[in-house]
């Protein structure tokens, strides 16, 4: 095992048994590569790569803290090597996120009150005809987000937005090509949002299976 990699390890078993806690100070870099029996070049690559990955956050002049490791906040990494696939590793994307988030919205029909219903189809009737694909796009995004976050799930509801996020140019492509996007899409999120306000976790979790999957057939076609 190299030797960057050790350290990681060992600030990792850290956070584990509490020793650091999240928000918490690491203990100076001398004072802590002692603890830890390695070198202090070995330690600053070790905390360069936890930094990135957002688990550690370096001030500058003020010391090494552990991040929150709230789920959103750790699932950035992925955002960002989902942001470097080609067109066609898209496909692959979607499989995923058809797999995810139809049990997510399944789960959601247990949760949501009348008034989480009501703002989702308030969201729908923003969007019209006369929509650029943009605001499609922007609404999409939301509609989706309030739904798998109303799962109840955390790391489900920030794994999903990551992997639907970095799918918005697929939903472009859709909108500036395919006639009737907009009516489309708005139909299928009102179907959607019916299943929902009668706790039908079944028909929810097909509809957006259906959904998620008028998408990725578009795109199997296309590229």
Known sequence: M???DEAILKIKDMILSGELSPGGRLPPEKELSEY?????????EAVKALEVIRVLDVRRGDGTYVTSLEPQLLLEA??????????????????VRRILEPAATAMAAKNLTESDVAELTALIDEV???????GLVEHDLEFHHRIVTAAGNAYLSSLID????HTVRARIWR??????????????HRAIV???????SELAQALTIVHVSGVEQWLREAL
């Open 78 to 95: 992925m955002s960002f090597v989902v942001d470097l696939h080609d067109d066609a590793s898209i496909l692959e994307i979607f499989a």
């Open 175 to 188: 909108g500036v090509t395919q006639e009737n996007a907009v009516d489309r899409t708005l139909q299928e």
């Open 162 to 165: 990551s992997l639907s996020s």
């Open 36 to 44: 830890l029996g390695l070198s202090r070049s070995s330690l600053r």
């Open 2 to 4: 190299a030797v960057t």
């Open 194 to 200: 019916n299943a929902l306000s009668r706790r039908d």
């Open 128 to 134: 019209d005809g006369s929509s650029s694909v943009e």
